[in-house]
């Protein structure tokens, strides 16, 4: 490795790289930050709900928070931090030397912090920030908007460019760029996941950019796309929203089901059961998700056969899924079992992922979502499947992958303690929103009647733990990688199968160079 | 005692007596429902959750005996099988016939939800930020309109008074039902889509826009029930309760009646002069429960504009009158003319005048709003 191959010097080597690490490094780093700056949002929201009463903020501002909150967290932290383990790890795990596109790579990347820039500055506008929800409903974030919905529209338009050009960046390189000899059925389960999870964005974000065109054609051109007024359809404005947004739950999570494939295997030290149907199980989820969109829309009023049919499809997706936890539990049953961080973090993931499927399945039987929609209820569902899934997942594939990265080990004992406070926290702050949302508190308001004033309390309490044990995990990060023990062996985990695990630690500028041999044996695990 | 073990511990305490110390004190379950479709639901939602418990209990009892035995510590080797088609199939085929279980209730709960024909009254709720109006629809044309509205006070909402039992939950006027009775509801609203819910009722249907969404229920029991907007609908989406009263025919009937005299009351009302005294007095009730939410307490403004020192109160009476009747368009500040009754809006527009230092003087006659809104 002479001088000439290494990383650029300074700024410019973060500004100009076109180095797969280099930019799944900044893309693990700033989703973090997202991550705690929509986690600042949620402790706002959660301090103003300490108590019944308006005390910290006022209502408008409060759902300035939960938007914030819900944007930053899903688009900000979640989606590119699975994309940054996607550029680290898929080259190393197909056996090619970078990604197909390096170039848009870079530029994918470097356009994410100007929108998020942008949308943050929403708050220091004249009218506040958006305050409609994540979800955005017309009219209310069209003709009863602030002035700032416009910065609010761009932002997704450019972060949703940023989506398009990575998924086309990892389907390119996972269709093009394999070793010699690893077929599509001998790629780790991770390279799968988010081959399929590229499509679904590919498939899925020009709709997003579609139902935010529209709101700006509304807004400033005059049209009438969700106004009833002018002849428009606010429902309308629903269904291209959740066409969007139903598969964009899968795109967040199927990256997390790879994750966890790896994961759990290499600390079984087991091969991983069913390899073949999790793949179509994958694939079968992401199919199904283009037909349930409109199951987050039970009481719009659609058409009897049309709720029935929604139904049916979204009870489907309960097959593929269980078929999913039933093989992880089945890679674990007669394994060697250890349980370092990355392995607590899955199991963690694999108890409180299938509690959330669980809320999910009620969810899914209409006449039952009539009293659920729109409660508490929805929101600790998905805060089960949404943190307890894809972030425990990304935080075990930091801590299982770090070493590879920095070529140095983390605190084990400093990981656990990371991972029985998230835990602990995690299920103190949302298992008591299940009782607030069945008792019939709905999401979304600041404030509350007195009898959900005990769980709430509670609620915060969790959330406040939960969110203080994330300083714990960048504390540990920033010790491993300057301190940390430095780590000999390619190979960190006894029971680790992969491509990744046959290059040094930490992994070199450029890997694979020359592509490896793929052996029948070491291959998908 | 290592970490594990206390970790461990303080996992099952928790699990152990939170539901117990839950239970003392608050309800944890959904509403069991006063309705036959409420009912329904409840048996329908109780029958997925033990349908879930069950398989959870299965699933987390095979991965904690791998986790407690099959570990690594125990010196234990690990087998290397990893694939059977027999079982793949076994569990595709077991899940799947458990969901057609569950959906064969689950439809003809939903055929009942949407079964809204033959309803004898017919009440259409309209979504106003952040009030509800309803209107009885009567066939001679003759109906009974009234809004809504949250009759929780600032100061308790900003915790200077202390809270009462219904916080949140109460309203100035309830809709009231006959028991017994099918009630059909028709949906809609005014400006942004709210959505209606009472939870004991079983009733949730979003009002929209351009749409109307019906619903019905058949309350069994005389009662009171709550419930909340349950759409986000712009700042106050929180402060939108709905309370419905069932009560018994007889006593629906004499209510109905006296809503319409208070109708006709209220048109003869607005021919006569009121004194100064009488329209600041009831101006000051009517803004505490339309305006103080969004214009302050003090008229010191707040999502709408201040009321004190404010151009339009100190300035000409049309042009308050035009506000107050017709509203600002594009902006939450709503056209009250259709909400309040001439002698209200007269009242309240005398009441900001006169009130936070505003003293002009001016006296508005319900005379006046009437002239104003026929131009």
Redesign the interface.
């Known amino acids: 490795m002479g001088a000439h191959h290494g990383p650029a010097k300074g700024m410019s080597r973060w500004l100009l790289t076109t180095n797969h690490k280099d930019i799944g490094t900044m893309y693990l780093w700033f989703s973090f930050a997202m991550f705690i700056l929509g986690g600042a949002f949620a402790m706002v929201i959660r301090a103003e709900l300490f108590q019944p009463g308006m005390q910290l903020v006022e209502p408008g501002f409060f759902n300035q928070m939960t938007t914030l909150h819900g944007l930053v967290m899903v688009f900000g932290a979640i989606m590119p931090s699975f994309v940054g383990l996607a550029n680290w790890m898929i080259p190393m795990m197909i056996g090619a030397p970078d990604m197909a596109l390096p170039r848009m790579n870079n530029w994918s990347f470097w356009i994410l912090p100007p929108s998020f820039l942008m949308l943050a500055s929403t708050l220091f506008m004249e009218g506040g920030a958006p305050a409609f929800g994540w979800t955005f409903y017309a009219p209310l974030s069209t003709t009863y908007a602030p002035p700032s919905v416009t910065f609010f529209i761009f932002a997704i338009h450019i972060l949703g460019v940023s989506s398009i050009m990575g998924s086309i960046n990892i389907i390119a390189t996972v269709m093009n760029m394999r070793a010699p000899g690893m077929s599509y059925m001998k790629m780790p389960l991770f390279v799968w996941t988010w081959l399929i999870t590229a499509f679904l964005l590919v498939a899925v974000m020009p709709v997003l950019a579609g139902a935010v065109t529209m709101m700006l054609m509304d807004i400033h051109f005059g049209t009438s796309f969700f106004s009833a007024a002018g002849g428009g359809d606010p429902v309308l404005f629903q269904h291209v929203f959740w066409f969007f947004g139903h598969p964009e739950v899968y795109i967040i999570i199927l990256p997390a089901f790879g994750v966890v494939s790896q994961i759990i295997p290499a600390f079984s030290r087991k091969p991983l059961f069913g390899y073949a149907s999790m793949v179509y199980a994958t694939a079968s989820i992401a199919l199904l998700s283009f037909i349930v969109w409109a199951h987050h829309m039970y009481t719009v009023g659609m058409p009897v056969a049309g709720e029935l049919f929604f139904m049916y499809a979204t009870m489907l997706i309960a097959v593929p899924t269980g078929v999913k936890v039933f093989n992880w539990i089945t890679t674990m049953w007669r394994g060697a079992l250890s349980f370092e961080t990355p392995m607590l973090f899955c199991l963690g993931f694999l108890v409180l992922f299938t509690l959330g499927g669980f809320t999910g399945l009620m969810l899914s039987i209409a006449p039952a979502d009539f009293q659920y929609h729109d409660t508490y209820f929805v929101v600790a569902h998905f805060h089960y499947v949404m943190v307890a899934g894809a972030v425990f997942s990304m935080t075990a594939a930091v801590y299982y992958w770090i070493p590879k990265w920095t070529g140095r080990m983390y605190s084990e004992s400093m990981g656990r303690i990371h991972f029985w406070v998230s835990f602990i926290g995690f299920n103190i702050a949302f298992f008591p929103q299940h009782f607030v949302g069945l008792a019939g508190m709905p999401r979304r308001i600041p404030d509350y009647s007195l009898q959900f004033a005990d769980f709430n309390m509670m609620s915060s309490i969790g959330a406040f733990i939960y969110g203080a044990s994330q300083l714990l995990f960048l504390y540990n990060v920033i010790v491993t990688i300057v301190a940390g023990e430095k780590v000999g062996e390619d190979k960190i985990w006894d029971g680790a199968e992969g491509l990744e695990w046959t290059v040094p630690c930490p992994a070199p500028y450029h890997t694979f160079e020359v592509p490896p041999k793929i052996d029948a044996v070491s291959a998908h695990a | 005692m290592n970490?594990?073990t206390v970790?461990k511990a303080?996992?099952v305490s928790?699990l152990v007596s939170?539901p117990t110390w839950?239970l003392a004190?608050?309800?944890?379950?959904?509403?069991k429902g006063v309705t036959e479709v409420g009912a329904?639901?409840y048996g329908?939602?109780m029958l997925?959750?033990w349908i879930?418990a069950v398989?959870?209990v299965a699933?987390?009892a095979?991965?904690f005996y791998?986790?407690i035995y099959?570990?690594?510590?125990r010196g234990?080797?690990?087998?290397?099988?990893?694939?059977?088609t027999q079982?793949?199939i076994i569990?595709?085929i077991i899940?799947?016939l458990i969901?057609i279980g569950?959906?064969v209730p689950?439809?003809s709960?939903?055929?009942?939800?949407?079964n809204t024909d033959d309803a004898e009254i017919d009440i259409l709720i309209t979504g106003y930020?952040w009030k509800w109006k309803y209107e009885y629809l009567d066939e001679q044309g003759d109906n009974v309109v009234f809004f809504s509205n949250l009759a929780t006070s600032q100061e308790?909402?900003?915790?200077t008074d202390a809270?009462g039992?219904?916080?949140?939950?109460s309203v100035d006027e309830p809709m009231v039902i006959p028991v017994d009775t099918k009630v059909r509801f028709l949906?809609t609203a005014n400006?942004?889509?709210h959505?209606w819910?009472v939870?004991e009722l079983?009733?949730?249907?979003?009002a929209?826009?351009?749409?109307i969404?019906?619903a019905w229920t058949k309350v069994p029991t005389e009662g009171v029930y709550r419930?909340?907007?349950?759409?986000?609908?712009?700042?106050?989406?929180?402060?939108m309760p709905i309370e419905v009263h069932a009560v018994s025919r007889e006593e629906y009937d004499a209510w109905l009646a006296a809503k319409r005299s208070e109708k006709v009351a209220q048109t003869a009302a607005a021919q006569q002069a009121l004194g100064f005294e009488e329209l600041m007095a009831s101006g000051e009730a009517v803004y505490r429960a339309q305006c103080s939410a969004c214009h302050g307490a003090q008229g010191e403004g707040?999502?709408g504009n201040a009321i004190a020192g404010s151009a339009i109160a100190l300035g000409e009476v049309a042009k308050h009158l035009e506000v107050g009747i017709k509203g600002v368009a594009?902006t939450?500040m709503q056209a009250f003319g259709g909400q309040l009754s001439d002698v209200d809006m007269a009242a309240v527009i005398t009441y900001q005048r006169n009130a936070f230092g505003n003293n002009t003087g001016d006296i508005v006659q319900p005379a006046d709003v009437v002239n104003h809104k026929q131009g």
């Open positions: 970490f594990k970790a303080c996992v928790l939170g839950a004190q608050n309800q944890i379950n959904m509403a329904q639901i329908l939602h997925i959750f879930c398989i959870g699933v987390f095979v991965m791998s986790i099959h570990r690594k510590s234990v080797t690990p087998a290397q099988f990893h694939d059977s079982v793949e569990w595709t899940p799947f969901l569950m959906a689950a439809t709960t939903l055929l009942e939800v949407y930020q308790e909402i900003y915790n809270k039992a219904n916080y949140l939950l949906v400006d942004v889509i959505s819910w939870p079983a009733v949730k249907r979003d929209i826009p351009g749409f969404n019906e419930g909340q907007c349950t759409e986000l609908c712009g700042a106050y989406h929180g402060f707040g999502v594009g939450a």
